[in-house]
């Protein structure tokens, strides 16, 4: 369902700007969710090592090497698309 919304959102924008504009708009989407994927990883590297000077377990415990995180990239593109809408709608 959310792919869907913001794939519906991509492709308003795709059609509403020209391909440079919208090129911009896809790079800072990118370049906002990585950010966000990065300061998510270190904030949860902080909760693990404050967890192991308290002596108490991980915060992140996971089996699997290569974890299944399309719900995280999703959340993360989510609430850019969601930022994002909200910066261009200040500008009408």
Not at 35 to 61: G, P, T
Request: aromatic share 8%.
């Amino acid at each position: 369902m959310f792919r869907s919304n913001s794939n519906d959102q991509l492709t308003a924008w795709r059609n509403e700007m020209d391909g440079q504009n919208y090129r911009i708009l896809a790079q800072n989407l990118d370049h906002e969710r990585s950010n966000i994927h990065d300061f998510c990883l270190m904030d949860i590297k902080l909760l693990d090592r404050l967890a192991d000077i308290n002596k108490q377990e991980s915060f992140v415990m996971s089996q699997k090497t290569n974890p299944d995180r399309t719900d995280f990239g999703q959340a993360i593109v989510k609430a850019c698309c969601e930022n994002t809408c909200k910066i261009f709608a200040s500008f009408k």
